[in-house]
């Protein structure tokens, strides 16, 4: 069995991040290929019971916890170094030199880099240490998200947004020579990185656990709608302000019925904690179990104008059959089709008129629903997702 070593910026675990969810995933299913070996950083404490997930599907595994006045010293060094904030802040000495020393006792037969948070560590290194087969993952298309937010950001957030953008742009075409393979989660992704060999991306979307997620009888729904993610993410935040200050004042002015709201995720910021004194709203905090959220909710409102890649938000809720509203990016990127597997809205009034139907048109929510959850099953289990990236490592 070939070896295969995976570093990746976070520990995989627990499935609260968008990148630690992939990767654990990557390691579940490519386990049963190869002997898997996991060289992680991260800036948190991770728990020993969080450890022994990963333990019974790595062979080896190294984790290094990072200094935090060595995380904030390299933020400082931004105003000298040309590589992104989020690159830097991961890049440390003492962590390089212990990679260095895992390559040579492991000899991988292949490598696969999470992100480019991570390859500061690799970048460095001698070529030679490097198996010929190495792979990044850019998971999404990083600059894109963040010229995003400066477009939408004022002040000195939209110069660190715009700062930021272009230090990612610039190094993701870095590193598009550096490495000779490449994924990455979406068509769209792939489409925004405007480099000579953008085209030799290799498309490996997330898929869902479908047996995890699975239809739920044991909570009845009893919130209408939901945003359920990261709610200290900068995406997620918008999204939340939109529900809250877009949709809610309309839906107020057109419904006598109160609408019950459900926002629920890990670290919520100070603009989603404010949220919480509304009537409307209940906040559930750093869930164990995730599928409690989506069990609780009849909808998914998910109004993402700022959005990269593939959102596993959505297909987490169409595996549990709760219809999905959201815009037209998300869904374009699972290709997904409106009124068949979830409903597509733009602006505040067509979420709202969404919103109005599907909970008065029980037939339609059922159709949809039941739809979203045969689109998932044929198309999105991780297993499936995965067969391009194995044969990749493979060598064929």
């Not at 003492?94 to 990679?99: D, I, N, S, T």
């Not at 992704?189 to 030799?200: F, G, Q, S, T, Y």
């Not at 409307?280 to 869930?287: A, D, F, G, Y």
């Not at 596993?312 to 509203?325: D, S, T």
Request: glycine share 2%; aromatic share 12%; net charge positive.
């Amino acid at each position: 069995m070939k070896r295969l070593l995976i570093v990746a910026s976070r520990f995989p675990y627990p499935l609260n991040k968008g990148d630690r969810l992939r990767t654990y995933h990557f390691i579940r299913v490519l386990s049963r290929y190869f002997s898997i070996i996991l060289f992680s950083t991260d800036d948190e404490m991770i728990a020993p019971e969080h450890l022994e997930q990963l333990r019974c599907y790595c062979e080896q595994l190294y984790h290094f916890p990072l200094s935090t006045w060595q995380r904030y010293r390299n933020l400082f060094r931004a105003l000298w170094q040309p590589l992104p904030l989020q690159s830097l802040y991961f890049s440390m000495e003492y962590v390089r030199e212990a990679l260095k020393e895992v390559l040579i006792r492991e000899r991988p037969d292949a490598l696969l880099a999470q992100t480019l948070r991570i390859t500061p560590l690799l970048d460095r290194l001698s070529p030679q240490l490097l198996p010929s087969l190495s792979v990044l993952d850019y998971m999404d298309c990083f600059s894109k998200r963040y010229f995003a937010l400066a477009n939408n950001a004022k002040g000195l957030r939209k110069w660190a947004f715009f700062m930021e953008a272009q230090r990612l742009q610039t190094y993701e075409h870095y590193l598009m020579e550096y490495f000779p393979f490449h994924i990455i989660i979406s068509h769209s992704d792939k489409n925004a990185i405007h480099h000579p060999r953008a085209k030799e991306i290799l498309v490996i979307p997330n898929g869902v656990d479908i047996e995890y997620f699975h239809i739920s009888d044991v909570y009845a729904p009893v919130f209408d709608i939901g945003f359920i993610g990261n709610l200290g993410y900068e995406p997620n935040i918008l999204a939340v302000q939109f529900i809250m200050e877009k949709i809610l004042p309309l839906w107020r002015q057109r419904y006598k019925k109160p609408l019950r709201i459900l926002l629920a995720g890990a670290q919520p910021s100070k603009e989603v904690l404010r949220y919480k004194n509304y009537c409307e709203v209940t906040l559930w905090q750093n869930l164990k179990d995730i599928r409690a959220a989506y069990s609780a909710i009849k909808i998914l409102v998910a109004p993402l104008f700022i959005s990269t890649g593939i959102q596993n938000k959505l297909l987490e809720a169409m595996a549990m059959q709760r219809v999905v509203i959201t815009t037209e990016a998300p869904a374009k990127a699972i290709q997904a089709q409106h009124k068949k597997h979830l409903w597509i809205a733009y602006d505040a009034e067509s979420f709202v008129q969404g919103i109005a139907i599907l909970l008065n048109d029980h037939l339609l929510y059922q159709q949809i629903a039941q739809q979203a959850r045969a689109f998932i099953e044929a198309c999105y289990s991780w297993e499936q997702t995965l067969v391009p990236l194995r044969q990749l490592l493979e060598g064929n």
